[in-house]
C-alpha cells in the first residue's frame, strides 16, 4: 500500500530546470557520441583495442559507451607521431601569438 507507482513525466509536466537538465544531457551525448565516431573513422585499426565496429556500436549506450571507448578503446599513438622533428626552441618550448618561442635551445 506505501508503494508508489512511478509515472514517466511528459515534457509539458518538467519544470523548466528539468528541461534543462534534459537538454544539456541530451547535448552532452550527442557530442560525446559524434567525437567518439570521429575518432574512431580516422584512427586506423592498429590503434583501436578491439573491432572498430564493437566500439561504433558501444558509442550508443548513452554516454558510458563514448566515455568507454576514450579511456578503453584507443591505444597510443606510436611515439615518433608524438613527439616534434626540429630540435629548435619552438619544438621545445611554446611561441607567443606574434610567434616569438619561449623555451630552451636544444642540443
Known amino acids: 500500500m506505501g508503494w508508489n507507482k512511478r509515472t514517466k513525466k511528459k515534457w509539458a509536466e518538467l519544470s523548466g530546470g528539468q528541461r534543462v537538465g534534459v537538454v544539456i544531457t541530451g547535448a552532452i551525448q550527442i557530442t560525446l557520441q559524434a567525437l567518439a565516431l570521429r575518432d574512431l573513422a580516422k584512427r ?3 590503434q583501436v583495442n578491439g573491432p572498430k ?3 561504433a556500436g558501444a558509442t550508443f549506450i548513452n554516454t558510458i559507451g563514448p ?3 576514450f579511456l578503453l578503446g584507443r591505444r597510443a599513438a606510436p611515439d615518433q607521431a608524438r613527439k616534434g622533428s626540429g630540435s629548435d626552441a619552438s619544438s621545445a618550448g611554446l611561441k607567443t601569438a ?3 618561442s619561449i623555451g ?3 642540443g
Open 67 to 69: 566515455i568507454a571507448y
Open 98 to 100: 606574434t610567434g616569438v
Open 53 to 55: 565496429f564493437a566500439w
Open 104 to 106: 630552451k635551445k636544444l
Open 44 to 46: 586506423p585499426a592498429e
